[in-house]
């Protein structure tokens, strides 16, 4: 923003014309903040919209008698998740060093 403002300074623009065209700057960084802003609470609305669904899910499944609410069982199945979630998330990375490992052997 400072380079503008001297771009402005040099042609000779002083006081109100370098202060508008700070407003103006600020505006267009304001907007853009927004817009992610914006998209940033979508994804979180949309996160929390699954969290109530899944404890909605899980809240019938113990009333039901389907689940047992044990805890040290639950961590067991959310890290055995977690780890399989990693490792299906990375596997393109590794097919794609092991491919470049290869070409430069």
Same mark, same amino acid.
């Given at each position: %923003? $400072? +380079?503008i403002?001297?771009?402005?300074?040099?042609?000779? !623009?002083?006081?109100? #014309? @370098? =202060?508008? &065209?700070?407003?103006?700057?600020?505006?267009?960084?304001?907007?853009?903040?927004?817009?992610?802003?914006?998209?940033?609470?979508? %994804? $979180? +609305?949309?996160?929390?919209?699954?969290?109530?669904?899944? !404890?909605?899910?899980? #809240? @019938? =499944?113990? &009333?039901?008698?389907?689940?047992?609410?044990?805890?040290?069982?639950?961590?067991?199945?959310?890290?055995?998740?977690?780890?399989?979630?990693?490792?299906?998330?990375?596997?393109?990375?590794?097919?794609?060093?092991?491919?470049?490992?290869? =070409?430069v052997?």
């Amino acid at each position: %923003m $400072s +380079a503008i403002i001297e771009v402005l300074r040099m042609i000779g !623009l002083k006081g109100s #014309a @370098v =202060a508008a &065209a700070s407003c103006i700057l600020i505006a267009f960084y304001l907007l853009r903040a927004k817009r992610i802003g914006s998209q940033a609470a979508a %994804m $979180s +609305a949309a996160v929390v919209a699954y969290v109530v669904a899944s !404890l909605t899910v899980l #809240a @019938v =499944a113990i &009333a039901l008698g389907w689940a047992d609410p044990n805890p040290g069982v639950a961590f067991d199945h959310v890290r055995e998740g977690v780890s399989v979630a990693i490792e299906r998330g990375t596997e393109p990375a590794r097919r794609a060093f092991r491919w470049v490992v290869e =070409a430069v052997s």
